[in-house]
Structures are given as C-alpha cells and as structure tokens.
C-alpha cells in the first residue's frame, strides 16, 4: 500500500468476498497441499461423560463400581482434538471394537463445554 493513511471499515464494501473466500493464486488446493503437516501428532479424546468426585470417593472405587455420569444413554458424545471441541458424535460397533462416528462438526463459537 503506498498511502501511509490507515483504512478504516468503512471504506470496505460489505459485498466484498472474504479473503478466505478467494482463489490463491489461481490454483486449486489439494490434500496434497498439506504433506508438510501429516505427520504432526494430534491428540484426540471421545469424551463419554463426566462426573466429579471427591478423593475420597475417588479413592473407594474399585472392580464392579458403578460411576454415574453426566450423560444419558444414546445422548452425543463430545469429540476433543488437541483438548478442543471439534465435533460430537455416537459410539459404534465395528468388528467387535468400540468406535467413534462423528454426527455434528463443531464450528468456532459454536461449542457450549
């Protein structure tokens, strides 16, 4: 920019694209676009429920013991990247192993945890 004069909002147009909405450098982008970050580890928890115990109670769990949680049966499970709400979902069965689908992508703003 050659003005040192700084741009105020209102001298945008509100029916202008979002930077995010437009093409960079005429390309399309591709999964391939993003090799460099395949290999970054990520963290991710299917949260089931919660509840809050004292180190007491805690202390008295044992093989059998029944733990009440926040949640009811069929009710979604949350989905944590990186100890970050990104989705909710159900838990499957697949091949007799427990499994994660997710039904909901959670959007920033969006979460309520």
Same mark, same amino acid.
């Given at each position: 920019m050659a003005s040192d004069t700084p741009l105020t909002l209102d001298e945008f147009d509100p029916s202008d694209p979002l930077a995010s909405d437009m093409p960079m450098d005429g390309e399309s982008k591709s999964a391939s676009d993003l090799s460099t970050v395949f290999d970054v580890p990520v963290s991710i928890s299917a949260v089931i429920g919660r509840a809050q115990l004292s180190v007491a109670? #805690?202390?008295?769990? !044992?093989?059998?013991?029944?733990l009440e949680l926040d949640r009811k049966v069929?009710?979604?499970?949350?989905?944590?990247?990186?100890?970050? #709400?990104?989705?909710? !979902?159900?838990?499957v069965i697949v091949d007799e192993r427990l499994g994660v689908t997710m039904t909901e992508i959670i959007k920033d703003g969006d979460s309520q945890a």
């Open positions: 109670q #805690l202390l008295k769990l !044992g093989a059998g013991s029944i069929g009710e979604a499970i949350d989905i944590y990247v990186n100890n970050r #709400l990104v989705a909710r !979902g159900e838990i």
